[in-house]
């Protein structure tokens, strides 16, 4: 799976890119691996190319995220139909549920006329072939298109529609994609330890417990050693995977006892 964010805000520093921080989170749950994820402005060439790029290494999944709102920086669907080759045009159902969000806002006060301006109506004008997907958060649908070896979703940019549309209609795909394959993790924190003395008993623990992949992370301070060591596999259940993620962490800390350290162990990390 590939994810390409969508934004000038994002590459000023204006925003944090906390949606491909949760969706990368999300979807390694759901045992999928995301490869890259990338960044890039609100310009048709850059998103075109992102794209682009990801469909020739046959990404199963592309999840881009933001530029599908009224207005003239809103260029996702431009590039994504540049990408696909495919000419924009207005679908009707997308019309629809441009079209009954409107009236909605109206009726509850929300928006001074329901009518379908050139704005709302870019919203439902979407590359030829692709699936409109209702947003129920918002007002812009998310678009849906298929290739002979990739599902690219093009999600809104605000964090709670992203969110409720992955939720609701991604997630069913990765589910299927991840054939009861879930990811498991533990943390322990060690002190009184230099990384670079720890990184052998990585190497080796690693090597004893071949699935397993960890990963140290230093939170101390110079010549007050405080490491995270986060410990992680794919499995399915019935491969018993919590009893092999303690089976490794034991190690380590052991090992990390024998060498001066001390050992916290933390079940596993929140969320």
């Known amino acids: 799976?590939?994810?390409?964010?969508?934004?000038?805000?994002?590459?000023?520093?204006?925003?944090?890119?906390?949606?491909?921080?949760w969706m990368s989170r999300r979807a390694t749950h759901l045992g999928i691996t995301v490869r890259r994820t990338t960044v890039v402005p609100d310009e048709i060439e850059e998103i075109s190319a992102a794209i682009g790029e990801a469909l020739q290494r046959k990404a199963q999944f592309i999840i881009t995220t933001g530029g599908l709102g009224p207005t003239f920086d809103d260029k996702t669907l431009q590039g994504l139909s540049k990408a696909l080759n495919r000419k924009l045009v207005v679908d009707e159902e997308a019309l629809k549920m441009v079209k009954e969000k409107y009236e909605a806002y109206l009726h509850k006060g929300k928006a001074e006329k329901g009518d379908l301006t050139p704005?709302?109506?870019?919203?439902?004008?979407?590359?030829?072939?692709?699936?409109?997907?209702?947003?129920?958060?918002?007002?812009?649908?998310?678009?849906?298109?298929?290739?002979?070896?990739t599902v690219i979703v093009s999600l809104p940019g605000v964090p709670r529609e992203?969110?409720?549309?992955?939720?609701?209609?991604?997630?069913?795909?990765?589910?299927?994609?991840?054939?009861?394959?879930?990811?498991?993790?533990k943390i322990i924190y060690a002190d009184k330890i230099m990384e670079s003395n720890i990184a052998p008993i990585i190497d080796q623990v690693m090597q004893d417990n071949p699935s397993i992949y960890i990963k140290s992370h230093p939170r101390g301070i110079e010549n007050r050693p405080h490491?995270?060591?986060?410990?992680?596999?794919?499995?399915?259940?019935g491969d018993k995977p919590e009893e092999r993620l303690e089976k490794a962490a034991s190690q380590l800390a052991r090992l990390t006892v024998r060498q001066g350290g001390e050992v916290v162990t933390e079940v596993s990390p929140a969320d």
Do not use: W
């Open 1 to 21: 799976m590939e994810i390409v964010c969508i934004g000038n805000e994002l590459l000023i520093g204006k925003i944090a890119n906390t949606n491909a921080q």
């Open 119 to 149: 704005p709302r109506i870019k919203m439902a004008t979407i590359p030829e072939g692709t699936k409109p997907v209702p947003n129920p958060a918002g007002t812009a649908p998310a678009v849906l298109a298929e290739t002979e070896t």
């Open 162 to 185: 992203m969110e409720a549309i992955f939720d609701e209609t991604v997630v069913p795909m990765l589910k299927r994609a991840s054939s009861n394959v879930s990811f498991y993790e």
């Open 227 to 237: 490491l995270e060591l986060h410990l992680s596999l794919k499995a399915s259940n």
